[in-house]
């Protein structure tokens, strides 16, 4: 009963509100971190914490001193993460207690997402809820026995204090509830095989829909609470969804989500790309860390919601994004960084947001005027005199300034703003490369180059980028076995590759097959196919585990099925084998993409629809025709660019100029005409010679 009780004590003091203290030791000298490359880590390494990263050699030396394990999970720029290690982690009587009584671990959970999510889920089951800094004490085997995320200085010094003396005095009470909840983990990680064959409608992305709109903010897009995050997926699902079935209000919702989060402060209107979330209803105030993952996703959303509305709008913001992209986070391989930190200076936000007088400073004052009611100064006020700048959706209107004139305008301001920013201290870079992130940045980058010249100058670079991402991933993380890496820092790259960083690439290596129609990307997403197959493939259900089955197993095995911020990796992998099995003529492989989503629980994935977005697409493509347009001919590649202005869900694309393997253009050239062919399940119209007659050929 005492352990559970302080447990219960410890978990309610996670809750509480930041103290403000200061280092109380200077960085005297470095600890087992310093050898690593991950930019988090290293961000420990100076620490008076005796910091080890993850692996066998922290745990074969708790189980020789018996000691219990601080296993303490973050990412460079998570802003809580700082707060807990300027005030406990720098701190010499906090260091003192876990250097005597534990083996404390830091883990990058980029690095190592597997590892975070098996703790996620103890912290979850104990807590109910999440986050970064996650903190758990462990056994020396692994299995947890307590955890929470931000700790003040003193509440953590109690907890692990309490836990401690609680090992030493009643070891059997520790031991057991460490069983229990370890047993727990393992169940949540789970899926228990449906034995119901599947049994799919149109009616269930409508009873899906029904029930997620309760949820929708009418005013200011995205869901009805805060924080808000972007969670491109959802929207992907939407816009999908409404040219499917013509719901206008799918649509509607689409539309105000993207305007609003491109008019708020989540996004870098100065300098392009968006934050990782707003902490408010309005997307006024973000945490200011820009993911990789996010942008990636985001340039996809984006360049989909220009191809169905041509808003220019949207155009505007995939060419700002792309400009940052490029400017800020390419490496010199044709990798990408992995992420900027929130903080600057010390304070969160600092190097994004301006006073008053500093805009005044930069602006010519013969615009003040205009400038101040386009960014809408008074509405974007924020703490400590600071403004955080949001576009004004009904900036002054003059009879001088034309929409052209405007536009001018605001790129005139934000060059003059963003020379300034650029004198000032950075945020972190986290220079690391994830091959999962990677491959969703060919992904986004590919999409981009579909937005004609006019929207997006650099749509040809977008391709090009895209190219050259992908011979990174070919020559960095490709080992010689054909299996992957997962990260890269400074030409090493390490960590056995996990099934989302395969499960992105073949999604990527697919992409590129169609955008460029070289067969040699098609061939490398089938191999990993096989390799995951044969590695990763939980028979029972046709789902994939996280890990490799053949490397060392953590407490838990994972079976990742909930789509989140970044989809499932497994509704990732059900997609790429649905359009294998079209592309490859594999039938087999679009029957175990059908089983996959058959294991997904039918009653939640009707009543939360936004936490199974990319499953509701795979959905889409199951109960809505589906089309297969083969080009071929010397006019192909002009004629698939001039179809990719469109937007057309529900739809493989191959061409070629000439003779190719693909089993889509077998026995369909005619020397000297290019021809297209609409076909649903190998069945196909006549073939036609003009964009607009196989546009009506195609019906949803």
Known sequence: MKFYLLLIATIFLAGCQAQKSKPTMEQQHSNALINETSPY??????????????????????KTENKLVVVSIGYSACHWCHVMEHESFEDSSAAELMNTHYISVKVDREERPDVDQIYMTAVQLMTGSGGWPLNVVCLPDGRPVWGGTYFPKKNWMQALKGIWEMYQEEPEKVLEYAEKLTQGVSQAELVTANPEPPNFSKTDTETLFGNWQKNFDTQEGGPNRAPKFPLPNNYQFLLQWAALSGNEEALEHTILTLNKMAFGGIYDQVGGGFARYSTDEIWKAPHFEKMLYDNAQLLSLYSEAYQQTKNPLYGQIVAQTYQWLKREMSGPKGEFYSALDADSEGEEGKFYVWTEAKLQAVIPAQDWEAF??????????????????????????SAEWTTDTWESKAMEWNNLLLKKRSERIRPGLDDKALTSWNAQMIIGLLDAATLPKNIFSESEKSQERAIGCAQWILKNQLKNDGSLYHTYKAGHSSIDGLLEDYAHSIAAFVKLYEATGEISYLTHAKKWTVYVKANFQDVATSLFFMRNLNSKQLIAKSLEITDNVIPAANSVMAKNLFLLAKYLDEPAYEHQALDMLNQVNKERFLAYGDNYSNWAQLHNWFTYPFYEVAISGKEAEQIYGRFKKNYLPNIVWVYAEKETESPLLQNRFVQGETYIYVCQNKVCQLPVQKLDEALTLIKF
């Open 372 to 397: 101040s009611s386009y960014y809408d100064l008074k509405k974007g006020r924020w703490e400590h005199g600071n403004i955080i700048l949001m576009r004004s959706e009904k900036p002054l209107k």
């Open 41 to 62: 880590l290293l961000q420990h390494a100076y620490n008076p914490v005796n910091w080890m990263p993850w692996g066998d050699a922290a745990f074969e030396q708790a």
